[in-house]
């Protein structure tokens, strides 16, 4: 079974530029989730999905962080300008949904540094 | 909002000893997630677990629902075993909270 695929693994931009990040999840897997995670600290949710709708962006900075879910498959994470806080790894999951709790599949990630 | 706290942040073990890492968390969960990240990045699920203990090889979690508390356990620890360990817990509609880790480095 494949994993969650992400690209890119790295990106390196100066502040006030643009971003994106691109996710696939497992097949199969209805909800997805944006993280970042700064380092020392644990993964921070930014945007979650069910199918193609969004549950939970309570903690996305919708000023400059974007998401969408086309289809209800791949995601992209666009980040409109980038500041030097934004400098993190941002880590896509999925998981099986249901009626009870199934675990998280992670990707590899992407780490940003902002100049 | 949840609050989960890991203790201790930081573990420094001789391979072979007994390791357990603590979990707390502020408000009632429909289930726990216990996480392993390499240096790489890489994060590789271990246990999920709702109530009682689970066990894999040489790792063991237990959960305490009414002390809203749980325990990774790792025996006979080696240096492969040295990576950063994240708890999250759950919620209906697979919503997850982290912990800020336990970075456990295990010297040969």
């Known amino acids: 079974e494949a994993g969650v695929a992400q690209s890119p693994r790295y990106k390196i931009i100066e502040k006030r530029q643009s971003v994106a990040f691109w996710c696939n999840p497992i097949?199969?897997?209805?909800?997805l989730y944006w993280y970042q995670q700064i380092l020392g600290q644990g993964p921070k949710l930014l945007i979650q999905f069910q199918n193609n709708g969004v549950v939970d962006d309570s903690q996305l900075p919708k000023d400059r962080f974007s998401a969408e879910r086309l289809k209800g498959v791949d995601s992209t994470l666009k980040i409109q300008p980038a500041k030097l806080e934004d400098s993190a790894v941002y880590l896509c999951a999925s998981s099986f949904s249901g009626r009870i709790l199934h675990e998280q599949f992670f990707g590899p990630g992407t780490r940003l540094t902002v100049l | 909002k949840n609050e989960v706290e890991q203790s201790p942040q930081n573990l420094t073990a001789q391979e072979g000893e007994f390791i357990t890492i603590n979990c707390s968390y502020s408000v009632g969960i429909s289930a726990l997630h216990w996480l392993q990240q390499h240096p790489g990045g890489g994060i590789v699920s271990l246990f999920m677990l709702s109530s009682g203990k689970k066990k894999h090889g040489r790792l063991i979690a237990t959960i305490n629902i009414q002390e809203k508390h749980s325990s990774l356990h790792i025996t006979a620890s080696h240096p492969r075993d040295s990576a950063v360990y994240l708890c999250a817990v759950g919620y209906n509609f697979n919503k997850f909270y982290f912990g800020s880790g336990t970075k456990l480095n295990v010297k040969p």
């Open positions: 097949s199969g897997h209805a909800t």
